[in-house]
C-alpha cells in the first residue's frame, strides 16, 4: 500500500520560502508524477503542480509559476516542495499526491503551514 | 482565467439518487479532460472516487458512477448513504495545468 507523508515547518514568516518535503513509502517512485495540491482553511482545493520521476519535467499552477520549485530526491524516496515570498494567502494544509496516468490516486494526510509573523 | 464550476451544495435523502456535475468555461467538457472526482470528510484528506470520466478505482462503492452530461463531466450517486454526506470536487487536465472545482457540499438529510 503507498502511503505519502508531508513534513515541514508548520509557521513561515512572510516573504519566507516555504519548503516542504514529502516521503513515499510501500512503493517505487519510477514511472509516476509527484505533485501538491493545497487547501486554504475552510476553501477549496487549488492545484500547485507535479514532477515526473522518469524525465524530471515539472508542471506548474501559472499564478503561482514564478515562486515555486518542486523538484525529486531519489536516494531518498523523497520529493519537495518550495514556495519563495510567501504572504497570508499561502495559509494552507499543504497535500502531497501521486500523480498517474490521469490520475491523482494516492494522497498524503496533509500538513498545515500558517504565514504568520 | 478558465474556471472550473460545480453546484456549491446539494441536498438529498438516503435512498435517493443524485448528480453533480462540473462544467468548464472554456466549453464543453470531453473526455479529454479526463475528468477526475474526490470526496472530502470534514478533518480529511480528499478521497480519489473516479478518474477518466468514469473508471474507478479499486476502493470507490459501485454506488458511484461517472459520465459526460450535457457538456459537462457527471457524478451520480445512486441509492445515497447517511456516510456519502462530504464534500466532492472535480478535477480537470487542460494540457500542461490541472484545474479543480470549487466543491459541492453535499447534504444528507
Sequence with gaps: ?117 | QTVVTQEPSLTVSPGETVTLTCASSTGAVTSGYYPNWFQQKPGQAPRPLLYSTSDKHSWTPARFSGSLLGGKAALTLSGVQPEDEADYYCLLYYGDTVLIGGGTKLTVL
Excluded at chain 1, 522518469?54 to 518550495?82: M, V
Excluded at chain 1, 500523480?99 to 503551514?113: K, N, P, R, S
Design chain 1, 1 to 117: 500500500q503507498v502511503q505519502l507523508q508531508e513534513s515541514g515547518p508548520g509557521l513561515v514568516k512572510p516573504s519566507e520560502t516555504l519548503s516542504l518535503s514529502c516521503t513515499v513509502s510501500g512503493g517505487s517512485m519510477r514511472n509516476f508524477y509527484w505533485g501538491w495540491i493545497r487547501q486554504p482553511p475552510g476553501k477549496g482545493l487549488e492545484w500547485i503542480g507535479f514532477v515526473s520521476y522518469n524525465i524530471g519535467i515539472t508542471k506548474y499552477n501559472p499564478s503561482l509559476k514564478s515562486r515555486l520549485a518542486i523538484s525529486i530526491h531519489t536516494s531518498k524516496n523523497q520529493f519537495s516542495l518550495n514556495l519563495s515570498y510567501v504572504t497570508a494567502a499561502d495559509t494552507a494544509i499543504y497535500y502531497c499526491v501521486r500523480v498517474g496516468e490521469w490520475l491523482h490516486d494516492y494522497w498524503g494526510q496533509g500538513t498545515l503551514v500558517t504565514v504568520s509573523s
